[in-house]
């Protein structure tokens, strides 16, 4: 109850020892100190936090960030109590941009390199601080991409700092023009902080989003990726954290991206990267999200033919059958499924497609299941062409002719002439 007259008479003390202060700087520290120690506190609470900032906690902090350089506790205590403020609250943010609060933040960072709390707190403002296009590249200007890089090779052990740096990152490099993205060695620091972290899950994951953002930004950045490590740093991850479906389906959105770019798919091969992608299907059999995921990898891995050959050799194709036994009810997931099927089949010998009966069986089960879904549709009468060049196949598919015509004649309701000559094709096999 008493929260608004504590908080006023804190800012109040703090503003007069920051306008008044001369001389010796040391001068009303310890009060300082203890005020902002006071004001974190009751930042934790939701009262606390909006009247702090109603009475202008943002200004009074700044000033005395401003007023007492090179005092580290003050300067780690300020950074840490503007964090908590400006989490989740545009208000804050734009607070700070307007009163220098970039300019004071990076300072610190700048001055005190190897604090760990007043790194972690700064780099937690920062990631706030980036609410637009425009947000990032001036605070990427101001020096913080560099600072936040350069913390994270200063301070490599603690984890905390390397999981919020990825994050901040990851909020940061939107749009940020590419000679700051390069000058600056963002995408070699995080990989490197993933390898000495192989075994924290969270470095992992804010490690995986950035390198996901920094994919979508093209061709070049792709290549720095794999040039770095970054395709045996995924691998690993989804090796020691096999259980995690969060991190593996983050693994496997990076590693489908990747995938457009020939020197990648090689990498990719020389990892032993599809090996971990099937076992996290089948220990996370239950996520339909990682199904999914795995199948969009699989189907990007499955355009290099030495990835193709893993896939078999892996058994990947029985792994989506599994998948596809487990998530019947899915339409986006079957229609995946059957698109993943036979990415990886065509083109195969016959020999080499022999004994899929297990395959034919889920094919003709989704079929069954989504017969107005034309992409599934036509997914799956290619699929099962493919896999009619093969005797021992069409022998299987022969014994299921009954259900095979009925599902094909379904097809037929789909007004489309290569479609349909397809399925009359197909279906001209199993009628006598």
């Keep these: 109850t008493h929260i608004p007259e504590i908080a006023d008479g804190i800012l109040s003390i703090m503003y007069t020892c920051a306008q008044e202060l001369t001389g010796d700087p040391s001068h009303y520290s310890e009060l300082i100190s203890f005020g902002l120690k006071v004001l974190i506190n009751m930042s934790e609470l939701s009262l606390g936090k909006a009247e702090i900032i109603h009475m202008g906690g943002i200004v009074a902090t700044i000033d005395v960030l401003q007023t007492y350089q090179g005092m580290h506790e003050i300067q780690t205590l300020g950074c840490t109590l503007l964090s908590t403020l400006s989490k989740d609250n545009l208000e804050v943010s734009l ?79 939107s749009n940020v023009p590419e000679d700051l993205l390069i000058k600056s060695q963002v995408i070699p620091t995080v990989i490197d902080s993933m390898k000495y972290h192989s075994k924290i899950l969270d470095v992992q994951l804010e490690g995986l989003i950035f390198l996901h953002t920094m994919c979508i930004k093209g061709r070049k950045f792709k290549g720095a990726i794999a040039n770095a490590g970054g395709i045996s740093t995924i691998t690993t991850a989804a090796k020691e954290h096999l259980t995690s479906s969060d991190l593996l389906v983050r693994a496997f959105k990076v590693i489908s991206t990747l995938a457009t770019l020939d020197q990648c798919q090689t990498m990719i091969s020389e990892s032993n990267f599809i090996f971990a992608l099937i076992n996290g299907m089948m220990a996370n059999i239950d996520s339909k999200d990682l199904q999914m995921q795995a199948c969009g990898a699989l189907c990007a891995l499955s355009s290099d033919p030495q990835n193709k050959n893993m896939i078999h050799l892996q058994k990947g194709t029985e792994a989506i059958v599994f998948a596809m036994r487990v998530h019947f009810d899915s339409e986006p997931f079957q229609t995946l499924a059957c698109k993943t099927i036979l ?40 699929v099962l062409q493919c896999l009619s060049e093969s005797p021992s196949n069409l022998d299987f598919m022969k014994e299921k002719s009954e259900k095979l015509v009925k599902v094909l004649h379904m097809c037929l309701s789909h007004e489309n002439p290569s479609f349909q000559d397809n399925a009359v094709s197909l279906l001209s096999q199993f009628i006598t």
């Design 95 to 173: 607070c700070l941009f307007e009163t220098d609060g970039v300019d004071i933040i990076i300072s610190a960072m700048a001055s005190d390199p190897m604090n760990s709390d007043l790194q972690i707190s700064s780099v937690n403002t920062l990631s706030e601080l980036s609410i637009d296009d425009e947000a990032r590249e001036f605070i990427s200007r101001k020096g913080g991409l560099m600072l936040i890089t350069n913390a994270m090779k200063n301070l490599k052990e603690d984890n905390l700092l390397q999981k919020n740096a990825c994050s901040a990152l990851s909020a940061l490099v």
């Design 343 to 382: 990415s990886i089949t065509v083109g195969d010998n016959a020999e080499a497609s022999n004994n899929k009966g297990d395959v034919i069986d889920a094919i003709i089960t989704a079929m069954e299941k989504f017969p107005s879904v034309f992409r599934l549709q036509e997914n799956a009468v290619l």
